[in-house]
């Protein structure tokens, strides 16, 4: 069974700081993929990874940041939080390729005051 | 204009009915294309995948119009666990998916 888990459910931090969301999945999938939903706007893409040290720009990269240094991880930064990331963030992995079922994780509801 | 457009609802049915989304798209070159359901406060999860052919699960079925650049899914025999968002998503060849914005369904006793 995949398992995609995110370092936390809930997360507030302060105008400026430095964020980062961590993401685990356990099948060894080689793409890993950072979303952020909001209401009325659905899932947007931010950033994109199809293997280790590899990155793609998604279609709102801006103000973010990934690091993949291992297969299994993929790290999403705010390099200075604003209150217009504030946002619920979501993981996901696939096998190579779209056209594989992408596993979410659970997600992380990032409050930014 | 947005790549993947959903009406977002919400649509309200009675248990038993049939009801039937449609999600548009504007990338022609598009060759595959996906549903996802969306549980209030939970993450997405594949419901199912829509290619040329079509196709049906149950008493869900999805198709994919070409000419007119639309997908549909059409759930028959309405469940109240049926209650959900479902979110359309395409493949446009860049290796990541491109996602709507979803449709709220609110099947009712």
């Known amino acids: 069974d995949v398992k995609v888990t995110q370092s936390s459910r809930y997360l507030v931090k302060r105008t400026g700081e430095k964020v980062f969301l961590e993401c685990v999945q356990d099948?060894?999938?080689?793409?890993m993929f950072w979303y952020r939903q909001d209401p009325g706007l659905g899932l947007r893409l931010i950033y994109f990874?199809?293997?280790?040290?590899?990155?793609e720009k998604g279609d709102i990269p801006e103000g973010y940041s990934v690091s993949r240094e291992k297969k299994e991880r993929f790290s999403l930064i705010l390099e200075s939080a604003s209150t217009n990331q504030t946002s619920m963030y979501l993981c996901?992995?696939?096998?190579?390729?779209?056209?594989?079922?992408?596993?979410f994780g659970p997600g992380t509801r990032l409050t930014v005051t | 204009r947005k790549e993947v457009e959903q009406d977002p609802g919400p649509f309200n049915v009675p248990e038993g009915a049939t009801v039937a989304f449609n999600c548009t798209y504007s990338?022609?070159?598009?060759?595959?294309f996906f549903w996802y359901r969306q549980d209030c406060r939970k993450e997405p999860k594949l419901l199912m995948s829509?290619?040329?052919s079509g196709n049906e699960d149950g008493r869900f079925t999805a198709q994919l119009n070409r000419a007119s650049q639309y997908i549909s899914l059409l759930i028959r025999d309405s469940k109240l666990s049926d209650s959900a968002t479902y979110l359309c998503?395409?493949?446009?060849?860049?290796?990541?998916?491109?996602f709507g914005s979803g449709t709220r369904l609110q099947v009712q006793p």
């Open positions: 099948m060894d999938h080689e793409n």
């Open positions: 829509v290619y040329s």
């Open positions: 990874s199809y293997d280790v040290k590899m990155k």
């Open positions: 998503a395409e493949d446009t060849g860049r290796r990541a998916l491109t």
């Open positions: 990338n022609s070159a598009s060759q595959s």
């Open positions: 996901a992995s696939s096998l190579r390729g779209a056209d594989y079922e992408q596993y």
